[in-house]
């Protein structure tokens, strides 16, 4: 079965910092790849995706994640964060074929004013 | 267009006692699923369904149970409550033709059990 790692669980930046959050997941054959955000008090929602072709995606906000096949990673990146990002990052992995979504354990990630 | 909704967002139970958490979506999507949130433990799958007819377990099905009742409502069912299933419980749908596999969630039911 596969299975996601975060390795970062809490993570505080000041505003205009960079970001990256790191994410790897275990599974050898072909997937696709998420990243949710759940800001306070709100559910679920889809921030990028990768399902082929060009392994740097882009997703809304800014944000970008770069889809890395030999290191089994997905990390997301943010060039300059807002107070707005403050939120929990979640990873998440398909694999092809099959219709259960895996998530990690999420990054909460706090910025400062 | 509402999404997917989900009833009631808030209950307390005293162990032993029953509930059914309902979710409904408007999207025509063919999958959809349950999840608890735990801190620290992210999103877990407790049951799913392919589709109307089917239904699988995920990774915690234990003291859970399901119905698709139809291609827009599925239903998640506590026998008899524990503690230890205090949590939050999201629903989730799938099946955009376009973009498949991205899950739309609901807005979730924080369940406290006493």
């Known amino acids: 079965a596969q299975s996601v790692s975060q390795h970062n669980h809490h993570v505080i930046l000041s505003e205009a910092a960079s970001l990256e959050l790191g994410c790897n997941y275990s599974?050898?054959?072909?997937?696709?790849l998420f990243w949710y955000v759940q800001y306070p008090g709100q559910h679920l929602q889809l921030l990028l995706k990768?399902?082929?072709?060009?392994?740097l995606v882009k997703g809304i906000k800014g944000f970008e994640a770069e889809f890395i096949k030999s290191k089994f990673s997905f990390n997301l990146r943010k060039p300059s964060v807002q107070w707005s990002d403050t939120a929990e990052y979640f990873c998440?992995?398909?694999?092809?074929?099959?219709?259960?979504?895996?998530f990690g354990t999420g990054t909460k990630l706090q910025v400062i004013p | 267009n509402a999404g997917v909704t989900q009833t009631p967002k808030f209950q307390v139970l005293k162990t032993g006692q029953s509930m059914t958490l309902q979710c409904a979506q408007d999207?025509?999507?063919?999958?959809m699923y349950w999840y608890r949130q735990d801190p620290g433990m992210g999103l877990r799958l407790i049951y799913y369904?392919?589709?109307?007819?089917?239904?699988d377990k995920g990774e915690v099905p234990n003291g859970y149970n399901v119905s698709r009742l139809n291609k827009r409502e599925f239903s998640l069912r506590l026998e008899s409550a524990a503690p230890s299933q205090t949590s939050v419980y999201f629903c989730?749908?799938?099946?955009?033709?376009?973009?498949?596999?991205?899950?739309?969630f609901g807005p979730g039911t924080r369940l406290t059990v006493l």
């Open positions: 369904s392919a589709s109307e007819g089917t239904t």
């Open positions: 599974y050898g054959g072909t997937v696709n």
């Open positions: 990768y399902f082929s072709g060009d392994p």
């Open positions: 999207m025509n999507h063919n999958s």
């Open positions: 989730a749908s799938s099946g955009a033709r376009l973009v498949p596999f991205e899950q739309f």
């Open positions: 998440a992995v398909n694999v092809r074929g099959y219709q259960k979504v895996t």
